[in-house]
């Protein structure tokens, strides 16, 4: 934890949110399969990847969602569920059925009036991440998931747990907004660029949130966050971020909320580009100046995206000129080289264009820290924009040159 | 060299051209300076790279160009001269300057009217290659470049080992096109894509072609090689191609010699390709059935550049879904997912947008090939597109996180 972090320590899921996590067979070993309620329907909100391959999970989870309302999700890692067909889809709508039962089950010790599996079922979202191409083994979360319902408590960790993929480590954040607490899960590691940032993330908050002020809390914070990471320039055919908000703590200050929404995603953009495959660290490219925030982006991306700028971030080896190199790429953009100046943690390093002397070895030294953060004044306008990202190593090539065997 | 391979064993330099190469203490070890003269001026068309921060020869080229007219090409590797400002502007004049000295001292010798050398320093061309926003070191190359006229000849070899940078081996061909021969010495390895293809490429021939005609064939030969190359999505501050004719060997047919431009920047730049950094294999990338040729092309590079597609070419892992996810992120293009089929050497992958049951065995033994290609029908239009690239490797990541310092 930060000095002045705003983050909750431990994080924890809001009231009326409960979380279960089982490792049914689908990776060697850890948990793979994750069941997230609340228990009372929720008001929801999604986004999905744009990808023309989405997974069943998405598809099916685009028809859910024209409700409105979601009571629980369920997610695998290990199996995408992509390219699968209808046969796919159809194991999609039965893992919904699973979970659904054994929600009703956990709802029916828990309340008087109970609830019936097949009432919840339309409002049981389904996640999977892993594998392209490959059916789900059904019988694995078949038997797997029995009795998951009896496990489902506050405890967010072993659901975080497994949704992870090829992340290292799980993530989980929490923030209060008034009464009121957002809790976010997430996994990203590979394949991760905007429209959408590859990855799985749910949202949960006890806040009272009608649905339209939801779906635009969560465009807005995602603008600010996912939308400007980029690990490896993948996009995946299985991201979702979903947000789930049951009012159970009543309603809170709108823009609040939405800063409270936006910080927790900026944390969860900048911990997957962190543990990108591969990562050793967070690198952050801020650019000011440009003549309108489009070509800011652009530019901000391009640099953090360049294969040379991220070997350069993880050697820290100050090649600066690939900076230049990485902004002059932008074709399309109005940049005039004269007037580019950048700075490596706050040590300027360019100015007018050109190299300047800098001290080598001190930006060799921040280089080699965790984030690094490049900025780049344009010079031409007023402009900003950022991106997120990571550095590029031996150790992505090593994950992905054999993951569909491993 | 491969059954009914086109071009010439051993290549060799067109009537009227020279050249030389030498080690100037540039790079640790090697050759790093190269002259290519041609006995009189030669007709001369260019392409530039379109970064934003050309380097001091590309705007001293541009200003040759003008003319149509060059003579003889000098170029450096190690240092690329960019972001160096009026002073970098000044070293490329000096070289082309003291290349000049060293041509007409060569000609002076050959020829009975002689040469002078202001006049032959219009008609030189500067090239560099390395490291970006480093002062090139002219002590050097003034000491290193004298007497090198007296070593021009006929062998392109030490030339073409001198404009190496992390190319692993030089890159020399040669095709006759009726009584003229067409020549290309280039170099490639990283910071390679479109707008330009990252490299250095000079191309001499010995027939007579206008100037006009040299700069249309040049373009169209280009467009259908080097445009289609990516190693890294990154764009050179220094590319350049450069085609010189002189006319010794007359006129041939205009038809035939475009086709030999074109085979010969084709195989280039698949030798780039394949010795890309870290490489160790061509990928080839051939798109049908697309709406129009834009949107083929931008499927191939997506393809091509994925780095999960690359990482999946080196491990030799068929994970075909990386195929789908890499055709599926072209958001703007017109895909119909059920359209999709795809195969890997021949052998059918993915059938209507769905993994089909392959012989997992033999497609990792033909990933284990070189080259790699993968043909992709979108199933929507009758438009083709392609795409030249390389898989990516450890190799890629050791030669990059410590460039500037090795």
Same mark, same amino acid.
């Given at each position: 934890m930060q000095p002045n972090d705003p983050f909750m320590e431990p994080p924890r899921l809001p009231r009326g949110f409960v979380a279960a996590g089982r490792g049914v067979g689908l990776k060697a070993q850890g948990n793979d399969l994750a069941l997230f309620l609340s228990r009372r329907p929720a008001a929801a909100a999604a986004l999905f990847t744009r990808n023309h391959f989405p997974g069943a999970p998405i598809i099916l989870g685009r028809q859910r969602m024209r409700r409105g309302r979601l009571q629980g999700v369920v997610v695998n890692s290990a199996y995408s569920n992509v390219a699968t067909g209808e046969a796919g889809l159809e194991d999609a709508r039965e893992m919904a059925r699973l979970a659904a039962r054994e929600f009703a089950g956990f709802l029916g010790q828990e309340s008087e009036?109970?609830?019936?599996?097949? @009432?919840?079922?339309?409002?049981?979202?389904?996640?999977?991440? &892993?594998?392209i191409g490959r059916p789900l083994p059904m019988d694995r979360i078949r038997n797997g998931i029995r009795g998951m319902g009896s496990e489902l408590d506050?405890?967010?960790?072993? @659901?975080?747990r497994a949704i992870m993929t090829t992340d290292t480590r799980p993530k989980v954040f929490s923030l209060q907004v008034g009464d009121a607490v957002v809790t976010g899960v997430g996994k990203g590691a590979?394949?991760?660029?905007?429209?959408?940032?590859?990855?799985?993330?749910?949202?949960?908050?006890? @806040?009272?949130?009608?649905?339209?002020?939801?779906q635009a809390a969560l465009q807005e914070a995602s603008r600010q966050?996912?939308?400007?990471?980029?690990?490896?320039?993948?996009?995946?055919t299985s991201d979702m971020v979903v947000a789930l908000a049951n009012g159970e703590a009543g309603e809170v200050d709108h823009r609040a909320f939405v800063d409270a929404l936006t910080s927790l995603c900026t944390r969860l953009a900048e911990e997957m580009a962190r543990d990108g495959e591969g990562a050793t660290k967070? /690198?952050?490219?801020?650019?000011?100046?440009?003549?309108?925030?489009?070509?800011?982006?652009?530019?901000?991306?391009? /640099?953090?995206?360049?294969?040379?700028?991220?070997?350069? *971030?993880?050697?820290?080896?100050?090649n600066v000129g690939r900076i230049?190199? *990485?902004?002059?790429?932008?074709?399309g953009c109005r940049?005039?080289?004269?007037?580019?100046?950048?700075?490596?943690?706050?040590?300027?390093?360019?100015?007018?264009?050109?190299?300047?002397?800098?001290?080598?070895?001190?930006?060799?030294?921040?280089? &080699? &820290?965790?984030?690094?953060?490049?900025?780049?004044?344009?010079?031409?306008?007023?402009?900003?924009?950022?991106?997120?990202?990571?550095d590029l190593t031996a150790g992505y090539i090593e994950e992905n040159a054999a993951y569909a065997s491993s």
């Open positions: 009036q109970g609830q019936g599996a097949e @009432a919840l079922e339309d409002q049981v979202l389904v996640g999977s991440t &892993g594998v506050s405890d967010p960790w072993p @659901a975080a590979g394949m991760i660029a905007p429209n959408m940032a590859t990855m799985l993330v749910y949202l949960f908050t006890d @806040a009272q949130v009608e649905v339209p002020e939801l966050s996912f939308e400007l990471l980029s690990v490896d320039t993948d996009t995946s967070l /690198v952050r490219v801020l650019v000011e100046g440009a003549v309108d925030p489009s070509e800011a982006r652009t530019v901000a991306r391009s /640099v953090v995206e360049s294969p040379l700028m991220k070997t350069m *971030a993880y050697g820290a080896d100050p230049l190199m *990485a902004v002059g790429k932008c074709v940049i005039r080289p004269e007037r580019v100046d950048a700075s490596i943690q706050g040590v300027e390093v360019i100015r007018g264009g050109r190299s300047v002397d800098f001290d080598e070895a001190r930006v060799r030294e921040l280089l &080699g &820290g965790d984030p690094v953060e490049i900025r780049i004044d344009l010079g031409v306008g007023t402009a900003r924009g950022r991106a997120l990202g990571c």
